[in-house]
């Protein structure tokens, strides 16, 4: 008798400013091919619908036309639990680097909504965009010739995941015992929501030394709260703490009550 | 003490009747990408050198340049010893059907050398040709939505060769360090130092309702603070932030210098 394994939820694509629209259809093809079905487009550089996309998705435009549209990468990532950013070289930002490999098992063994982001044709994802990701995704590939464009990391990485949905119901006849849950941590939007707390309460007290240091200072913040890996109710906790934290200091160290 | 593997020899990689010049510049490209280097061509269509492959090849010109051109298949898998013949829906022939990974490690056991063959864009390789290879490589693929053209086919493969290589020089040194990073975690004198500056701040400030609740209030942060298991430098910079809280507002939210 096998026991049912949890439901495993398939990742969404995040195209960030893609340029070509034809690269929006191959990536959509690709996808399809290994199925992974919702895309997200952050500002699409030539805006969107886009004519040149449903030629290259050669047939994959359930994809296209269920594709959804935000402004920017927050907005694209409110609702995931777990962000995947690709990079081609390794950015010096302390984050976990994974293969894609290491990717799809890490996405199949959450019961959370997981995303992975692809940057621009040209210049990639920025490191504002990428340091809203909890994991860095890199694909090995020849150090005397690293030349994967767009759709070919879209491919890689859907081909991996579909290899190990395969490889799953081939276990699953084997009665292989799957990877234990990890714990939930939460959806970004709550994360971004003690970013921008802390940003506007320490920006009013002089915490950014100056205009230029802020960005990086708080890119800095970030990656530490994104690496802790806090739970909904542990960020309702820091926002209590850090509000608490703005108030005028009024009673001795050892008040007691006090009525919020 | 490593003990050396066994000398592994790379797959050529055969394009049989390619029609066009940019899908063999392609190939190139995704070849070099994952190592290999050494393409035969079997009668191209519109002959050999095609000056649509060079700009397709965005580099891997090299992979171009050493090409071998053959009148049909069976000269161009003469000298092989394993040959692998591509196709997308299984033929019904009596020969073994195996998926990329398995064919590379199939590679990868043997002294031989070893061709995998790729049909022409549009028909695939005919029946005569899938004859003369040992066995049937086909990419697991959405069974509702399977729209793998030749370059994508050459990449997929190219690209599990390529893994198998990285993961046996891992395996080889198994002490080297991993892309995953490692984070070591502060000693607890710096985790006591934030707890004592948190407690006393939010005490002065009311956050603890009463005396009564004020330990399980503290244990949670504790909790808290502890799972997220930050390095020292983290500490550091979250105790300037906590510090900064503190102090009055006297800026507005777009404040620049502070001299501290």
């Known amino acids: 008798m096998i026991d049912h394994a949890p439901i495993v939820i398939a990742p969404i694509v995040i195209l960030v400013r893609p340029q070509l629209g034809e690269n929006i259809g191959k990536a959509a093809r690709a996808m399809l091919n290994f199925g992974l079905t919702e895309l997200r487009l952050v500002a699409p550089r030539d805006g969107w619908p886009n004519p040149a996309a449903g030629p290259a998705a050669s047939g994959a435009d359930q994809v296209l036309d269920e594709a959804r549209i935000y402004d920017d ?39 959370g909504k997981s995303g992975l982001m692809f940057g621009p044709e040209r210049s990639g994802l920025d490191n504002e965009e990428v340091a809203l990701a909890d994991r860095i995704l890199t694909v090995p590939v020849n150090p005397q010739f690293s030349s994967l464009n767009l759709a070919q990391a879209v491919i890689l990485t859907a081909y991996e995941w579909y290899q190990a949905q395969v490889n799953d119901a081939v276990n699953a006849q084997a009665d292989v015992a799957r990877p234990e849950m990890e714990r939930l941590p939460a959806p970004k939007a709550e994360y971004q929501g003690l970013y921008d707390q802390l940003e506007r309460d320490l920006a009013s007290r002089g915490f950014f030394r100056s205009a230029g240091r802020k960005p990086t200072q708080m890119r800095a913040l970030k990656t530490l709260m994104q690496n802790a890996g806090f739970s909904s109710q542990e960020i309702q906790t820091l926002r209590g703490v850090l509000k608490t934290l703005t108030w005028p200091e009024r009673d001795g160290p050892e008040s007691g009550e006090d009525d919020r």
């Open 73 to 111: 990468v927050a907005q694209a990532v409110a609702d995931l639990h777990h962000v995947y950013a690709t990079t081609v070289r390794p950015r010096d930002m302390l984050k976990p680097v994974v293969t894609p490999v290491e990717a799809v098992a890490a996405i199949r063994s959450t019961q």
